[in-house]
């Protein structure tokens, strides 16, 4: 993906001209699910069943706050979203990928992850860009994977379900998984839409992440040594610049693009095709 042609490099290069004269990311089903059942499942179970028996014999599960009662609703509200996550899973398994290409997402999460969890650090290993550890973008990325079944805070880790559910979505015949997961990067308030500050922000991580990369293209390493050039404020206005074109141009609500409005500008930037074709793992091709 590194070397890839990156979005609107040459108005980017463009705008830093301007400012620069003003300025001087088949085992079994049992298997599959177990240790996603032997994590979250049991472990919610297990904490239904001591509520539960509490309430058969007549024990009161109010105190003060009536913690007790809200600790219940969050149990079986936990339950619920399991049960729903596992049907997921088996609907992905099935339906998305073939047995052998599914055995192979299973024995990569397992050599990336330990006791079903997965660090940040391996799964940008696992799609090519460990350069983006310690960036911003790598880490924009690894939230927006932990995201794919909820938007709730989960944890330091990656579990199996949420891996599927990421490779799924990125696979290569999947293009509208793409472009959502994509947008889900940009909307970083979990508005369903995107303000000119996340719009802004984003593309600031994308520059910075651009930066810690040696590319073979040598637009790419062009670009990246105009930019180590320039002074930080000749790169914000050249950006800030770029964001409110973006919104003047397809904006149909002011300072705000809808999926559909973002959709739209992004597949009229150059390069956006070899973009879309990102494969997340060099050895596993659809």
């Not at 599959?32 to 904490?47: M, Q």
């Not at 073979?216 to 790169?235: A, P, T, V, Y």
Request: charged share 30%; proline share 1%; with cysteine.
């Amino acid at each position: 993906m590194g070397n890839k042609p990156s979005v609107n490099q040459s108005k980017f290069q463009k705008q830093l001209t301007i400012n620069d004269k003003q300025f001087k990311k088949d085992q079994s089903q049992s298997n599959v699910i177990a240790p996603y059942r032997e994590g979250t499942t049991l472990a919610v179970e297990s904490k239904l069943k001591v509520y539960l028996k509490n309430a058969n014999d007549g024990e009161d599960l109010d105190d003060d706050n009536q913690g007790g009662r809200n600790k219940l609703q969050q149990f079986k509200e936990d339950q619920h979203n399991v049960e729903n996550i596992q049907k997921e899973i088996i609907h992905l398994e099935e339906t998305v990928f073939s047995k052998e290409k599914l055995q192979r997402v299973r024995e990569d999460f397992e050599s990336y992850s330990k006791e079903n969890k997965m660090s940040r650090k391996k799964l940008l290993e696992y799609f090519g860009m460990a350069e983006l550890d310690n960036k911003r973008l790598g880490n924009r990325i690894f939230q927006c994977v932990k995201s794919t079944f909820s938007q709730k805070k989960t944890g330091p880790f990656l579990d199996y379900a949420k891996f599927l559910k990421a490779i799924s979505m990125l696979s290569q015949q999947n293009d509208e998984g793409r472009l959502r997961f994509l947008y889900s990067m940009f909307d970083m308030n979990l508005e369903g839409s995107i303000e000119k500050d996340e719009m802004y922000n984003l593309m600031m991580m994308f520059l910075e992440g651009m930066m810690s990369i040696n590319y073979e293209n040598q637009d790419l390493n062009d670009l990246k040594q105009r930019i180590s050039e320039s002074h930080d404020r000749q790169i914000e206005l050249a950006l800030e610049e770029i964001v409110n074109e973006i919104y003047q141009n397809h904006a149909s609500k002011q300072n705000v693009l809808s999926y559909d409005d973002w959709r739209n500008w992004l597949m009229e930037q150059e390069g956006i095709q070899e973009i879309l074709q990102f494969n997340p793992h060099t050895d596993f091709q659809d």
